[in-house]
Structure formats: C-alpha cells, structure tokens
C-alpha cells in the first residue's frame, strides 16, 4: 500500500544570484489531500519542488518529505513520483523511457503496462515520444511518476497542454490518488486550472507565503455573496427585505449579499417562500486569487520569463548546483542505464 508522507517546508529561501527566487517560506503538505501549490509566472513554485526533490540546493531552510530530505529516502522512485517537466528523449518510445527508469529502480516490468493504462496513453505506447503531443507528454510524465507506485505524487504543472477530456480525467484521477491516502501536491499558475481537484492551497507570490488553507476557507472569503432564485420573486424580495438582507436583482435571481447561502434559504423558508436556485456566487474566486498574489494584470501567461521552463537540464546557472546525491527524480532525462543513484 502507498504510504502518503507528509511534505514539510521550513524557512526556506533560495536565491540565485541577486534574484530571491524563494523568501521564508514554509507550509505543510498533508497526505489524503490534493494540495495546489498556486502562484503567478515566476513565483517560486518550480525552485520550491526542485529544492523538495534535492535538484537545488536551498540558500537556507529546509524542505523535507516524511520528515527527511529527499536524498535520503530509501527507494526514492516507491516513495515519492515527481515530474518537474514533460521533456523526454524524442527518439524513444514511451515504453522504452518507462523501461530504463523502472530497470534503474529496480521496479518489476508489469508495472510498465500498468502506468501506461492507468494514464491512458497505452495506445500510443510503442511510439516514438519525439512525435508526442503536449497533453500526451503530460500523461507521459504522470505514468513516469506512478512507476514505483508512490504515496507521494509532485506534479508541476500536470494539467499544462491538456486538452478538456484530460483536464477532466487529471481533475478525477488526482482526486482517486489522494483519496488512497496519497500526497498530492500539484503546482498550477491558475486557480481555476486545479480549482475543481483540489482540497488544500498553498498560495505565493514573489517567493512568499501569500496563504495556506482549504479551499473552502478562500471560497468563504471570496465570495461574500450568494445568489437565489424563487417562483415568486416579489414574495422572495419581500422575505429577504424582512431578513434585513441587501440584494440586487441579477441574470438568474437575486444577488445578496450574504457569503453563507443556508442564511438565505432560512429567511424564505421562513416566510414560506419557494426557493428554485441557492448557492455561493462562486465567481469571486479567481479575482482573489488574483487579488492575493498581487496581480491584477493577468499574467496567466508567459509574464515573468522563467528559464526553467525552456529545455531539458539547463535549469540552473552552476552545474554545482544540481545535486550529485540524487537520484533520478524528475522525467526531463533518462538516468544512465545503470545507475540506481544511490548516495555518491
Ligand atoms: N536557475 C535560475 N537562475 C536564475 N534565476 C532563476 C533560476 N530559476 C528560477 N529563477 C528565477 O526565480 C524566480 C522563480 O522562478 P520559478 O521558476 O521558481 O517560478 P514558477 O513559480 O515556477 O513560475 P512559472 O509559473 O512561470 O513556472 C523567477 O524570477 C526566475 O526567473
Ligand atoms: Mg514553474
């Protein structure tokens, strides 16, 4: 069975040059929950999972999974699968990667088979990954980290290139890992992206804590209205002008501000009035979002440059900086064939 560890992160800052890419930061990932780790272009979320899996060395604090470092793990491949980004050799199959990675791990072949369904690629296995699209290289990478079977998944930008039926297939499918007992933390630059998968956020803006919580205590909090609808409108506006309730009349009823909608369905029932529609106006989510990483221009995309994003290995300046202990933990390249990357 999957052992979901919980993901600890201390004071941690990094900074590469005179760029403070992380600042203080430190939150708690729990198992049995998919957790966002959300934050505009260039906020810290990839330098925060590369310093989590032993990539990068942290300036200081620390970042623990089950209470050790990553390089310390003993079978890291069975204890935590991690895809930092879908970039694969070009020349191999898709089988082929999953094979040289599971043989490195010592991971039994019949688990090959097993990814490559649960991900639903298995069709186009047998294909050569240069010949991939986005979404299928994303399904790639998330096969690549169930190979050992983990309790705990790390995904950056899992839902990135996906087309609408695998963004509702991942949605699902994270939601099945966690409620294993999995961890499942899943880095997105959109809340509205993860917003229908997640249970617990992580939010930052420029490498700092901007909240942490259920997603229900930021609905809560960003939706101060809620919207209802009856039959007969001139007896509901009448029931909630009686409740002391301020509303509007809005498209499909009436707004009102009032952020718990159980408050508004008591002040019609108890004036005997029909309720036909009743919810939290859920709009308000994304603008604070928006409003708590500080971002109001909508850099949803490609707003600050992040070099980490653009090739295979050349995430960062000094090559001293990737760390020779670890062993292969993230899908951009295929480990030699025969390391199994223990300690150096
Ligand atoms: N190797 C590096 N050398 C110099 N600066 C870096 C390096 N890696 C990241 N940075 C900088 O650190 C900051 C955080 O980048 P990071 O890639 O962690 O952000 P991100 O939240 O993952 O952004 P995105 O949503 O665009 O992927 C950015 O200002 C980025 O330019
Ligand atoms: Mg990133």
Redesign the pocket.
């Known amino acids: 069975m999957p052992k979901g560890l919980p993901i600890e992160v201390r004071g941690l800052t990094k900074r590469?040059?005179d760029?403070t890419?992380?600042e203080q930061l430190s939150f708690t990932v729990q198992p049995g929950r998919v957790t966002g780790f959300l934050?505009?272009?260039?906020?810290?979320?990839?330098?925060?999972l590369r310093v989590l899996l032993g990539l990068v060395r942290p300036t200081a604090g620390t970042a623990t999974i089950g209470g050790v470092p990553y390089a310390k793990l003993e079978r890291p491949l069975e204890a935590v699968g991690a895809s930092l980004d879908a970039t694969f050799h070009p020349g191999r199959t898709a089988r082929d990667h999953l094979k040289v990675y599971a043989t490195a791990a010592g991971i039994a072949k019949p688990r090959i088979g097993e990814v490559l369904e649960l991900t639903g690629i298995q069709s186009v296995a047998d294909r050569r990954v240069g010949g991939y699209s986005l979404g299928m290289r994303q399904r790639l990478a998330l096969a690549f980290t169930l190979l050992g079977d983990p309790g705990v998944l790390i995904l950056?930008?899992p839902i990135n290139g996906l087309d609408p039926e695998g963004i509702r297939w991942i949605r699902g499918f994270l939601q099945l890992l966690a409620r294993d007992g999995r961890t499942v933390l899943v880095?997105s630059?959109l809340l509205s992206e993860v917003q229908q998968s997640v249970d617990d956020v992580v939010i930052?803006s420029k490498?700092r804590l901007v909240r942490t919580g259920t997603l229900s205590s930021l609905e809560l909090d960003s939706a101060p209205q809620s919207i209802v609808d009856s039959p007969d409108r001139d007896a509901a506006a009448a029931a909630l002008t009686a409740a002391g309730l301020r509303f509007a009349p809005g498209r499909n009823g009436f707004i009102v501000d009032e952020r718990d909608p159980a408050k508004v369905g008591a002040a019609l029932a108890a004036a005997g009035v029909g309720v036909s529609l009743l919810h939290r106006l859920r709009s308000g989510l994304e603008d604070s979002f928006l409003q708590l990483v500080g971002e109001s221009d909508g850099s949803a995309n490609g707003?600050?440059?992040?070099?980490?994003?653009e090739a295979t290995v050349a995430?960062?300046?000094p090559a001293a900086?990737t760390s020779a202990e670890a062993p292969p933990a993230v899908a951009s390249e295929p480990p030699a064939e025969s390391t199994e990357g223990k300690d150096a």
């Open positions: 590469f040059g760029v890419a992380v934050g505009p272009n260039g906020a810290g979320k990839t330098t925060t950056d930008e880095s630059h930052i490498g707003g600050t440059p992040a070099p980490a994003s995430h960062d300046g900086e």
